[in-house]
């Protein structure tokens, strides 16, 4: 998107709660584009105007230091987020409206300091299967929340997967659970608390690994989002975007379990979901999802 192009974008400055996050977004962009000319930073300056707030407040009118620290991050790496700025605007989107909120995001790579950033005051975790990626990161961001966890699944069981969960009752949409469920191959057990105890507003899918037969693939955590999106007990959706969708994997689970009638928006590989509660569905037993 040309620089012009955003400026003409109205909703994006339409709300001046938001303008100086916009700023943070934009810096950002700018930062990964000119990344390979700026070699270094100072934290202290950067924390310390952090820590001169407006009279609006944090997120209103002033940045958060985990704000600053991505600008400096994205700024000082050659490496770019995986999503593209058209993907990542989609949540952004959301997040204007939502946080500080509780955001999951099965993943922990290059764009973790940005979604941590955009969700200031927030709870944004992070679920990442190679435990040895995790120390890797949070030696360089020790401020992100991240969890190494274990899938019991493969890339090339997705379609025996399918199966099962038509035939298996604790799978069912209306008797589905997570903790515990050693019944249901798609239910994702053996987490760390706070993935079942949270309730989660934004959930974010762009792990684990599905390009390759023995990969853990998506499978189980598109179904667990589902799940936990129907069971839902406060107000409003919840928010699910699934990355990969060119995939054949991530579309058909998407289409099984997310449900098409709850696709809102789709650009490049990137679908949104805005999925209600059970208690808000005209029509939620039965064997499937959609």
Same mark, same amino acid.
């Given at each position: 998107?040309?620089?012009?192009?955003?400026?003409?974008?109205?909703?994006?400055?339409?709300?001046?709660? @938001?303008?100086?996050?916009?700023?943070?977004?934009?810096?950002?962009?700018?930062?990964?584009?000119?990344?390979?000319?700026?070699?270094?930073?100072?934290?202290?300056?950067?924390?310390?105007?952090?820590?001169?707030?407006?009279?609006?407040? #944090?997120?209103?009118?002033?940045?958060?230091?985990?704000?600053?620290?991505?600008?400096?991050?994205?700024?000082?790496?050659?490496?770019?987020?995986?999503?593209?700025?058209?993907?990542?605007? #989609?949540?952004?989107?959301?997040?204007?409206?939502?946080?500080?909120?509780?955001?999951?995001?099965?993943?922990?790579?290059?764009?973790?300091?940005?979604?941590?950033?955009?969700?200031?005051?927030?709870?944004?975790?992070?679920?990442?299967?190679?435990?040895?990626?995790? *120390?890797?990161?949070?030696?360089?961001?020790?401020?992100?929340?991240?969890?190494? #966890?274990?899938?019991?699944? *493969?890339?090339?069981?997705?379609?025996?997967?399918?199966?099962?969960?038509?035939?298996?009752?604790?799978?069912?949409?209306?008797?589905?659970?997570?903790?515990?469920?050693?019944?249901?191959?798609?239910?994702?057990?053996?987490?760390?608390?706070?993935?079942?105890?949270?309730?989660?507003?934004?959930?974010?899918?762009?792990?684990?690994?599905?390009?390759?037969?023995?990969?853990?693939?998506?499978?189980?955590?598109?179904?667990?989002?589902?799940?936990?999106?129907?069971?839902?007990?406060?107000?409003?959706?919840?928010?699910?975007?699934?990355?990969?969708?060119?995939?054949?994997?991530?579309? #058909?689970?998407?289409?099984?379990?997310?449900?098409?009638?709850?696709?809102?928006?789709?650009?490049?590989?990137? @679908?949104?979901?805005?999925?209600?509660?059970?208690?808000?569905?005209?029509?939620?037993?039965?064997?499937?999802?959609?």
């Amino acid at each position: 998107m040309k620089r012009e192009d955003t400026i003409r974008n109205g909703h994006f400055l339409a709300d001046r709660r @938001w303008f100086f996050p916009i700023v943070i977004t934009g810096l950002i962009a700018g930062a990964i584009v000119t990344s390979s000319f700026i070699k270094a930073a100072d934290y202290s300056l950067l924390c310390s105007v952090a820590n001169t707030r407006s009279p609006q407040g #944090v997120g209103k009118g002033s940045a958060t230091p985990i704000q600053l620290q991505a600008i400096i991050h994205y700024a000082t790496s050659r490496i770019t987020p995986q999503q593209n700025f058209r993907e990542i605007s #989609v949540t952004f989107d959301v997040l204007k409206k939502r946080s500080p909120c509780n955001f999951l995001v099965f993943g922990l790579g290059y764009d973790s300091m940005m979604w941590t950033s955009l969700n200031p005051n927030g709870n944004t975790i992070f679920l990442e299967e190679d435990p040895k990626w995790v *120390q890797t990161v949070l030696k360089d961001a020790p401020v992100l929340h991240a969890h190494p #966890v274990k899938y019991r699944t *493969q890339l090339k069981e997705a379609d025996a997967l399918l199966s099962h969960y038509r035939s298996e009752p604790s799978c069912f949409p209306s008797k589905a659970y997570l903790r515990g469920n050693d019944k249901c191959k798609l239910a994702l057990r053996g987490f760390p608390d706070e993935f079942y105890d949270t309730e989660w507003d934004l959930i974010m899918i762009d792990a684990p690994r599905g390009y390759f037969p023995e990969a853990p693939g998506r499978m189980a955590a598109i179904f667990s989002a589902a799940v936990m999106a129907r069971n839902r007990k406060g107000s409003g959706v919840t928010h699910v975007f699934l990355h990969d969708v060119d995939r054949w994997v991530e579309k #058909v689970f998407a289409e099984e379990f997310l449900c098409r009638k709850y696709l809102v928006k789709s650009v490049g590989r990137l @679908w949104h979901f805005e999925i209600p509660s059970a208690a808000n569905m005209s029509s939620h037993g039965g064997a499937q999802f959609c």
